[in-house]
């Protein structure tokens, strides 16, 4: 079955770029039925979407993170990919990767559905 | 794009139901049928629940249930079980290709 997992450096200092990949095992992250997203979540608090991918390259981002975000798509690799810049210390916090779909939308704007398929997560912490 | 508004807390004892609520506006839950819910035991990651409002993804109890009322979002949990005990965290799709979580609802199992 479909499996992500997280990976990447579990401290970065402040003000560096924080770098994970997710990589998608037993399906195709080219499938056009769904988008690649990431989600975190600091330590004893709740969830925050930071953006989500089309494996043809679209991107999708929280307004309040979308200065600081790039995700980027390595359908080669079957993975996708997130950078954060400038991070401080409030950027500590268990990355995960999800999939989910886009539903109809009579407009034509990409929705995003429920997130149906999560990684473990990983803890990336921010200090010197 | 504010969070959309859950009770900190809820319990409940074995056999009972319990509702979480998830209060957001007219931007995100009031708009769209997209609200989705999502159980988390401490160290793992989040599972699925509910999606589109009222849902249950295969695999997932018939114990759980969704609805929305307005720009009211609910999960009712019904026949309490001691594994049912976790953080619950809903979910809305907010227009702008965005979505918006809840804080999160801590579920007790008295």
């Known amino acids: 079955q479909l499996q992500l997992q997280e990976s990447g450096p579990g401290l970065v200092k402040p003000s560096e770029t924080l770098s994970l990949t997710c990589t998608v095992s037993g399906g195709s992250i080219s499938s056009s039925s769904y988008y690649w997203g990431w989600i975190r979540q600091p330590p004893g608090k709740g969830l925050e979407w930071i953006g989500s991918i089309y494996y043809s390259g679209s991107t999708y981002y929280n307004p309040s993170l979308k200065s600081r975000v790039t995700i980027s798509v390595d359908t080669s690799k079957n993975q996708f990919s997130l950078k954060l810049s400038s991070v401080t210390a409030a950027d500590t916090a268990v990355y995960y990767c999800?999939?989910?779909?886009?539903?109809?939308?009579?407009?034509?704007?990409?929705?995003?559905?429920?997130?149906?398929?999560w990684g473990q997560g990983t803890m990336v912490t921010v200090s010197s | 794009q504010s969070a959309l508004t859950q009770p900190a807390s809820v319990s409940g004892s074995p056999g009972q139901s319990i509702t979480i609520s998830c209060t957001g506006t007219?931007?995100?839950?009031?708009?769209?049928?997209?609200v989705s819910w999502y159980q988390q035991h401490p160290g793992k990651a989040p599972k699925l629940m509910i999606y589109?409002?009222?849902k249950r993804p295969s695999g997932v109890s018939n114990r759980f249930s969704g609805s929305k009322s307005g720009n009211t979002a609910s999960l009712t949990i019904s026949g309490l079980q001691a594994e049912d005990e976790a953080d619950y965290y809903c979910?809305?799709?907010?227009?702008?290709?965005?979505?918006?979580f809840g804080g999160g609802t801590k579920l007790t199992v008295l």
């Open positions: 979910c809305s799709y907010a227009g702008s290709s965005s979505v918006v």
């Open positions: 999800a999939r989910h779909p886009s539903p109809y939308s009579s407009s034509g704007k990409v929705r995003i559905g429920a997130f149906d398929i």
């Open positions: 007219s931007s995100d839950v009031g708009s769209y049928n997209l």
């Open positions: 589109e409002g009222s």
